[in-house]
């Protein structure tokens, strides 16, 4: 940019402040907070700029910007600093109770509560409130598919319920994988078959589902449960319903889409070798059925060595690649698909410790996609922990359960305090962007925050027997305990579970989940 012989820039750059502004909203933000430091006139009119404080104000909260909302640029700017500040300050102006259907199988996902109805053969809906983003609480049910619901899952933003119903006994017991609408339980108008098959074969009634759906693909591993377990990884394009994807192999125990084409499965093989979260391209397959070991993966990211023996693993991560709220809900921003955590939650028994340990490692999609990058030009390329675990994850000794997995969303995990009878708790975010606002604010005479910065590396090996090296692991975040409403029976609550603005607490003594919205 030219300037005067004084070094006048504002005399030089003599455009008009809207001209100014047309150009700022071409940058990216980073470079557009860099013109905010250069001088007094380009200061002026960003900070002056709805469109431009809006933008800002995304970036920070990791926010997309909806697109079915009729609130103006100032409406929206309003609503993401109060959706913000409610989330610094841990303050849900709306709670309810809700009662716990008889059904067995629910589901948390897109602001949705779902449950399967007494009869398991109808499900009971609630839309989730959000006050600040203008979403109302909505109730509905679907009173009867015409079968028994074994287990389902469903994606709001494709207005899609996948129901499983199984039937038959062994050995020619089956899967059907029902394609419905979430809003009236009808066929979906976009498949082309009202439900596809999977064989189970040799699998006993213990048999445990992992469903998940990412734009036109559902993946569904089926993992026996029973003295010989076995695993497989069944995937299809449930619009035209054709099988992409059959693996079979006792060591595959969970996964997780990364994009529409990459899978994140979770490998334990032997005592001799550490666990393993594998990445592999789901196109990449030219026929249906493999074994795993005939799988060329594009890389492997190793857990540290171990001296125990491995449980159980469960991978997590929501929403979806992809994902974004449905039309009918008229959001003016939601979470950010650039980048999210994967939650692998491991539950293993310790050599010479009768007590089993319950670790959760903490993984953003940056960390998992800067390793496929690097392993572009090879095939079954093995990264040790040291090249990736210390300094692109964060493991904590925490026992999730089992049962409501639902404990991330976006870049937040929830951990219930049960030390606390229920009424507390934990709160971790990975948004290093809102942790350095934080530490920006704390410089200023703003109220003190609730969250407490994650500014050290984490070590594990003090409280943990599992690891046979040692674990140090670091993310930025920031960390935070919120006190949720007190249950209304006896019965403490037993899980908590969090969505994008909501907090879901649950007690399956007392037949209640309970939340706590924005």
């Avoid at 809906?125 to 109302?136: D, G, M, S, T």
């Avoid at 979260?277 to 540290?304: A, Q, R, T, W």
Wanted: with cysteine; aromatic share 10%.
């Amino acid at each position: 940019m030219d300037v005067d012989q004084h070094g006048n820039v504002e005399a030089a750059f003599s455009l008009p402040n809207e001209l100014i502004a047309i150009v700022f909203d071409e940058l990216d933000v980073v470079s557009l907070l860099g013109c905010k430091q250069v001088c007094q006139l380009f200061r002026s009119v960003i900070t002056t700029n709805v469109q431009l404080l809006y933008k800002i104000e995304l970036f920070f909260g990791r926010f997309e910007n909806g697109r079915h909302c009729n609130l103006d640029t100032a409406g929206r700017l309003r609503a993401c600093r109060q959706y913000q500040q409610a989330w610094n300050n841990l303050s849900f102006p709306e709670f309810k109770f809700i009662d716990m259907q008889g059904g067995l199988a629910w589901e948390l996902s897109g602001g949705v509560l779902c449950q399967a109805m007494q009869s398991r053969s109808g499900l009971a809906c609630v839309q989730l409130p959000c006050k600040f983003k203008n979403i109302p609480e909505r109730e509905w049910t679907i009173n009867d598919f015409g079968f028994e619901i074994r287990d389902f899952t469903i994606d709001t933003s494709q207005d899609l319920i996948v129901v499983l119903e199984v039937v038959g006994v062994i050995p020619n017991r089956i899967c059907n994988v029902h394609l419905r609408t979430l809003m009236t339980g009808e066929h979906h108008p976009m498949t082309v078959v009202p439900f596809m098959t999977h064989l189970l074969s040799d699998m006993h009634e213990e048999v445990r589902f992992l469903i998940q759906v990412c734009g036109p693909r559902i993946a569904i591993l089926c993992q026996d449960r029973g003295d010989d377990p076995n695993s497989r990884l069944v995937v299809w394009d449930w619009k035209s319903g054709q099988q992409k994807l059959y693996l079979r192999d006792a060591d595959l125990r969970s996964f997780s889409f990364v994009t529409e084409d990459l899978l994140l499965v979770g490998i334990v093989e032997s005592d001799e070798t550490p666990p393993r979260l594998d990445i592999f391209s789901i196109d990449s397959f030219d026929k249906e059925i493999e074994e795993y070991k005939d799988v060329n993966y594009i890389c492997g990211l190793e857990y540290p060595k171990m001296k125990a023996d491995v449980l159980d693993m469960l991978i997590r991560s929501e929403p979806s690649p992809g994902w974004s709220p449905s039309q009918t809900v008229q959001t003016p921003f939601f979470f950010a698909r650039s980048d999210r955590i994967f939650t692998i939650t491991m539950r293993v028994s310790p050599e010479n410790n009768s007590t089993e340990e319950c670790t959760v490692l903490i993984v953003p999609l940056s960390t998992i996609m800067a390793q496929v990058e690097l392993s572009r030009n090879t095939q079954k390329r093995i990264v040790p922990w040291v090249r990736w675990g210390p300094n692109g994850s964060y493991m904590l000794l925490r026992s999730p359960s089992e049962i409501w997995v639902c404990y991330v969303y976006g870049m937040k995990f929830i951990q219930l305090l049960p030390w606390k009878k229920g009424n507390s708790a934990r709160v971790y975010d990975f948004n290093k962007y809102a942790a350095r606002r934080d530490v920006r604010n704390e410089q200023t005479t703003e109220p003190k925050l609730l969250w407490r910065r994650l500014g050290m590396p984490q070590s594990l090996n003090s409280r943990c027997s599992a690891f046979d090296e040692e674990v140090n692991t670091y993310l930025p975040g920031r960390v935070a305990t919120v006190e949720v409403m007190p249950s209304d029976t006896s019965h403490d609550w037993e899980a908590a579970m969090i969505g994008e603005d909501n907090i879901v607490l649950v007690s399956p003594h007392a037949r209640k989940y309970g939340y706590i919205a924005m």
